[in-house]
T-cell receptor, first 113, second 109 residues
Framework: IAGITQAPTSQILAAGRRMTLRCTQDMRHNAMYWYRQDLGLGLRLIHYSNTAGTTGKGEVPDGYSVSRANTDDFPLTLASAVPSQTSVYFC????????????FGPGTRLTVL | GQNIDQPTEMTATEGAIVQINCTYQTSGFNGLFWYQQHAGEAPTFLSYNVLDGLEEKGRFSSFLSRSKGYSYLLLKELQMKDSASYLCAVMDSNYQLIWGAGTKLIIKP
């Protein structure tokens, strides 16, 4: 693995189904983030984790949950998907410190029907 | 509320110079970032400003005025591969990034 990976690349999901988006990084970054990107809107933070074992809510957390059992992995779960969760989801990571850039995964394109 | 404003779309000619502006109103300020995002791809880091002034990095430069809540990204000697969206983001008092909607830059031959 080089950098940050996400799976799946894309998914079509029936409303009401449970779905977990996976994110793994090999840069030993403390901080990790989940964003959604919708047309005409900026990236919006869903959840974040400043270090393994801790998580926090971002701007749009409702309907999503995360866990951070170790440094490398940060899965995002949709407990019961709804059509408004159709979006492109990006996972990102950064080293500690406000000046550190965030590195992004390739994204997961999710469609909820 | 927190707000980041940047133009939705700009067009420029190959070989020319273009300036993409960003204005912001946020709760606190811990730096401003510019990212580039090609269609269908992830954002990639371009620059970081935390002090007033100009930061130059090759063909790209970024300027910040904290008193005016203003930044710009300057792209020189434009190439076709510079066609992309450019995202402005401000780190607020909680050390979270607040993102603008992005400026789609179209380069014409």
């Amino acid at each position: 693995i080089a950098g940050i990976t996400q799976a799946p690349t894309s998914q079509i999901l029936a409303a009401g189904r449970r779905m977990t988006l996976r994110c793994t990084q090999d840069m030993r970054h403390n901080a990790m983030y989940w964003y959604r990107q919708d047309l005409g809107l900026g990236l919006r933070l869903i959840h974040y984790s400043n270090t393994a074992g801790t998580t926090g809510k971002g701007e749009v957390p409702d309907g999503y949950s995360v866990s951070r059992a170790n440094t490398d992995d940060f899965p995002l779960t949709l407990a019961s998907a709804v059509p408004s969760q159709t979006s492109v989801y990006f996972c990102a990571s950064s080293a500690s410190g406000s000046y550190n850039e965030q590195f992004f995964g390739p994204g997961t394109r999710l469609t909820v029907l | 509320g927190q707000n980041i404003d940047q133009p939705t779309e700009m067009t420029a000619t190959e070989g020319a110079i273009v300036q993409i502006n960003c204005t912001y109103q946020t709760s606190g300020f811990n730096g401003l970032f510019w990212y580039q995002q090609h269609a269908g791809e992830a954002p990639t880091f371009l620059s970081y400003n935390v002090l007033d002034g100009l930061e130059e990095k090759g063909r790209f430069s970024s300027f910040l005025s904290r008193s005016k809540g203003y930044s710009y990204l300057l792209l020189k000697e434009l190439q076709m591969k510079d066609s992309a969206s450019y995202l402005c983001a401000v780190m607020d008092s909680n050390y979270q990034l607040i993102w603008g909607a992005g400026t789609k830059l179209i380069i014409k031959p």
